[in-house]
């Protein structure tokens, strides 16, 4: 009878904590630093309106005087470039609408560079801060969720090389992304099972890639 007891509470015990820690998934995605002065703003290129307006409040409110982006790889779009066909990319459209939104255009520069992952965002951001000692802060500005695996990858980055730049890391405050509810709507789901993903993969697989 104790046995049988035992056996139902450990179980009980292991499917509460299972159903806590899954509660607890998208809030461990979301990291957010107290923001501060910092020497430059970097907008991580992906998800263009939520991170062009979170980055524009950031900039306006003084809390950095310049912005960094680096320039997206563009892949088969330079095959219908060289066709003659005319676009706009992800990183002409967000400096467009960043200086729409007040951002002096001589304040951004933008990395060159065909970034394909914020793992190569990393690479090309980290290759400039090393030629550019001015900055040692630096604000990072992304979707919430993608907040925590920006961070890591970041960090990581900047410590191989002993480059001594603080990473602050700011979510957007337009992702519409809800945290403590994130298993109410599909597209919640679906982002937070990515990250979980490419954060696995960024530990098991790409940070050995970080020389």
Not at 161 to 178: L, N, Q
Request: aromatic share 8%.
């Amino acid at each position: 009878m104790k046995s049988k007891l035992l056996f139902t509470v450990t179980i009980l015990l292991i499917a509460f904590s299972g159903v806590w820690s899954c509660r607890r998934a998208g809030s461990w995605l979301v990291t957010e630093n107290s923001p501060a002065h910092a020497d430059a703003l970097l907008m991580l290129t992906g998800s263009i309106p939520d991170r062009v307006l979170q980055t524009a409040d950031l900039y306006n409110d003084g809390l950095a005087d310049r912005l960094l982006i680096v320039q997206e790889g563009m892949g088969a779009y330079k095959r219908l470039e060289a066709r003659g066909v005319k676009f706009i990319g992800d990183t002409e459209q967000a400096k467009n609408a960043l200086t729409a939104l007040g951002v002096p255009a001589d304040s951004i520069t933008v990395l060159p560079g065909d970034a394909l992952s914020t793992l190569s965002e990393a690479i090309i951001t980290r290759k400039y801060l090393t030629g550019n000692h001015a900055i040692d802060t630096l604000m990072i500005v992304t979707s919430a969720t993608h907040t925590r695996r920006a961070s890591m990858i970041f960090r990581t980055a900047f410590r191989k090389k002993d480059i001594p730049v603080c990473v602050i890391t700011v979510p957007s405050e337009y992702s519409g992304f809800e945290p403590a509810k994130w298993w109410r709507r599909k597209e919640d789901i679906q982002k937070v099972l990515s990250e979980y993903v490419k954060i696995a993969s960024f530990v098991f697989i790409e940070k050995k890639w970080l020389n």
